[in-house]
């Protein structure tokens, strides 16, 4: 075995994960099409109560895939969707991919200027977007100075219950732009009645790119990761082959059930990690994928998802820890019947041990961190899907075809010794072809080691003699305290320690009398109903941590900026805070 995939004799790989699979050389919407063949009347979208089969979502996809080829899409093209978690996501997501053209993810909470970037940087042609009073017309102030010459208008009411669409047209519920630009406008509806449901002929290299999706940019300027069908079905059946469930943690045992399992979509969409985990998956084992265009509506927050989870009988749940915090410290959680929760995966940000037993304890599902990024498809690592063997703080072991290193920060080729920290570099099927148009800055992140092709991730972090990986930090946003590494990461999983700390969120701030050197400044959000003073925090913190990573400072907050997806954005609260002090 090579010295890569060591972990893979350890007796903490799971017996029933196979290290090596097999994945099949097709394109990504063939998965769709083998759905409608063998399940084609299981339901397959499910929004406020109305189901539509995988047989509805093919018949819709060819529509629209037909539809954009009366339009000139080619093979190659870039097709933008700039759509919440809706129904319309799953068919124009396939349906552009049939015609061989490139699907574009978009956050659809951009302003004009964020999306109009990425639609100049890809070259888009065509964009889809909902029809709301704010989301519509920021999509046609984004085209503008832009290939784009096609917009499809997707409408809520197209799928909503018929009661609903009735009574929401006739008391003016239902979202709608104020406008239209009649030389560029389609509708949904309208191509779906209009375009015939004939499977195109358009030819797909399963090693073409199928999606450009954008990092998140919390560290720089978005760059779209080129990843192409092979990456994404590698991903899916590789994460598949990772959970097994044990009769001891869950009411079910077993692994991944065909055409049984409930995928709540509470992570958008447009991201890798909703993407993958929720969409995709769905899609592959017949599943029932549930639309949560906002997570975080309702009053409180967040009641509207609980009263899907519910509703819906939910089994797969993938979210990020500020999710899972909402859900967990719910006021109102102990009325809803979670008891069809199962299995409950934790990306994008770091999870706290403690909120890990939390939401456990208010579900009876079992939790289990994993690492990604959108440049890996994104999942790289999980923890063992069972209470025994997963390691809260660990981000898990690297999964099957995966090798992942600790390298060297300066070189990024040097292998570190066991226990010390250094990038995290992984290579396997999931790994992007570039980052698109830009050359060298896919060079400046990818190297050979031992004949294989390596991605740098950018984050900072160790393995273990069994193979589990713990992650210190992004490589950019480490502390320099008086030359001392000191990492956010680490020093917020002690703060959630804290019986009264919610959320929190660790910087470095630069020195007013030396600005290469930095002091640790912690956010934080108290849980409902609690107080607390900044010096509470300071002095707490003297009995659990070194000196260098204590935090000098504490500011007790409301909230915190976040990503669509969950991420504290740590560069946000440190820019704002600088801004402060050179204002004062």
Known sequence: MPEEFYWQSGPRWPPTARTNLEYPSEPLYAMLDRSAEKSGNLPYTWYMGKSNTFADVRDHADRIANFLISKGIKPGDRVAVFLPNVPHFPPVFFGALKTGAMVVTCNPLYKAGELNYQLTDTGAVAVFVVDHPSF?????????????????????????????????????????SEYYEEDKTFFYENIIAEYEPKSPQAEVDPEDTAILIYTGGTTGTPKGAELTHSNLISNVLQIAEWVYLKEEDVDRPGGVRYGEEVYVGAVPWYHSYGLTLTLL????????LVCVPDPRAGKPPMSDLLKDLQSSKGTVLNCVPA??????????VSKFDLSSVNICSSGAAPLPPELAR???????AILFEGYGLTETSPVTHINPTNKRDRKFGSIGLPI??????????ETGTKEMPI???????????????????????????????????????????????????????RKKQMINVGGLKAYPREIEDI?????????????????????????????????????????????WAREKM???KRPKEVDIVDSLPLSNVGKVLRRVLREEEIKKRSAV
């Open 358 to 364: 939390k939401f456990e304890a208010v579900t009876g």
């Open 323 to 332: 999710l899972y915090a909402g859900i967990a410290n719910h006021p109102d």
């Open 419 to 473: 226990g010390e920290i250094g990038e995290i570099a992984i290579s396997g099927p999931q790994v992007m072809k570039s980052y698109y148009g830009k050359p060298e800055e896919t060079d400046n992140v990818m190297r050979t080691i031992n004949n294989k092709r390596f991605f740098l991730t950018g984050d900072m972090g160790h393995m273990d003699e069994e193979g589990y990986t713990y992650i210190s930090d």
């Open 546 to 548: 070194a000196g260098y």
């Open 495 to 539: 703060l959630f320690t804290h019986p009264k700390v919610q959320l929190a969120a660790a910087v470095g701030i630069p020195r007013d009398d030396d600005p290469s050197n930095e002091f640790v400044k912690a956010y934080i959000i108290l849980k409902e109903g609690e107080s607390a003073t900044e010096k509470e925090f300071i002095e």
């Open 136 to 176: 519509t017309p920021t999509c046609y102030e984004a085209i503008k100075g832009t290939d784009v010459e096609t917009v499809i208008v997707c409408s809520m009411k197209d799928f909503l219950p018929k009661i609903k669409a009735v009574l929401g047209g006739l008391l003016g519920k239902i979202p709608k």
């Open 281 to 288: 998956m769905s899609t592959w084992y017949a599943g029932k």
């Open 400 to 409: 099957s075809d995966t090798a992942c290193k600790i390298v060297d920060p």
